[in-house]
């Protein structure tokens, strides 16, 4: 809803439909991984397997906390990631207990890296800018701003400390060990004798992490088409998730390309809503306006910003170039950031010569 205020009360589709795509794609991947985890997890334990089925229940399972509205995501998150960080630690005490951390830290880095650094790093900020609007949906249930920025700047840091972490610590001693390199940890922790551990965080991790995807999803459904009842479009979208997860394999061939296609959607659109705040409107939104379009501050023309829209395509087209085409030494997704807002900058002080139209009296609860 927020986006209204820079690309216009009609023009805000746009990152709606952006952001249901992106999330949908991640849940894609996710319910697979969870699909793969549970198949490990109740095949140790019972000789059953079935990855489709598995696949179907755990999107099951987050279609109907989904349902439930925030306060399903809530009670869910408090008690998983409780788990999670028991679980996770446990893992980590196994594998700095079974094999040498020396031998992990001297580590020699691959002359010839499949990955290089750039597109390494390129691929962790395109991670954190797919999750950044999301963040929307649970930081506005807050007490307070600043403990709403305080829970996020933290919790998004230790939980990617600790999970890249681990992601790193069982690939590097994989690799020493001489195992199946994969993107499945459940398969190389099985090696060390507890792949059952790994499959339950996996499981926890994607349920957790799949509900906030398909309701965030839902809320920019919603923000599409306003009149619809939320567990409509959540029982849509999670049939949808469902299905694409079905893909399996083809998804993990291409999630790399996919992480890279979430820069090219996401990162010219935060651009451009935060030069629109801090720049344009001068730390200023009249929160009313955008949500009731009461006095059409926001409507620019016939509800769409045109230069937003141009500014998007400008930054889209140059992470496009730059990511596939002509890839950069530097990366492309910080360079598209500044492309993306620059752009918008000079259109708007092009085609505004004067802010007057933004002078209205704000609302400073924003």
Partial sequence: MITRAAFGQKGALLPALANTVVLVGWSWIQAYMAGLSLNYAINSLTGYSNVNLFTIITQVVVVLITIYGIRGVDTTQRLISIAMLMLSFSVFYKLFTTYDVHSLIQMQVSKHPEITAIIAFDIVVATAFSWMSS???????????????????????????????????????????????????????????????????????????????????????????????????????????????????????????????????????????????????????????????????????????????????????FALFFTYIQPLNIGSTILTFFVSGLAYWGLMKLGYSSEKQFDQPMDKHV
């Avoid at 709403?148 to 994989?174: H, W």
């Avoid at 651009?271 to 001068?282: A, H, N, Q, Y």
């Fill in 135 to 317: 963040v929307c949906d649970y930081t506005r249930n807050a007490n307070s701003e600043t403990r709403a920025m305080v829970a996020t700047y933290v919790g998004y840091l230790l939980s990617s400390i600790i999970a890249m972490g681990l992601g790193a610590t069982v690939g590097g001693f994989s690799i020493l060990q001489g195992l199946e390199q994969t993107y499945d940890p459940t398969v190389l922790l099985a090696a060390h004798g507890f792949g059952l551990i790994a499959a339950i965080v996996v499981f926890l991790s994607v349920v957790s992490t799949n509900v906030m995807a398909l309701y965030s999803a839902n809320m920019s459904f919603l923000n599409i088409f306003p009149n619809m009842i939320f567990w409509k479009p959540a029982i849509f979208l999670g049939v949808i998730t469902v299905l694409g997860a079905l893909l399996k394999e083809l998804l993990m061939t291409h999630f790399f390309d996919f992480v890279l296609f979430i820069a090219t959607m996401y990162i010219p659109i935060f651009s451009i809503v935060l030069v629109d705040f801090f720049i344009i409107k001068k730390g200023n939104y009249h929160a009313r306006d955008i949500a009731s379009d009461a006095q059409g501050i926001y409507r620019y023309t016939k509800g769409f910003n045109v230069y937003s829209y141009i500014a998007y395509v400008i930054g889209a087209l």
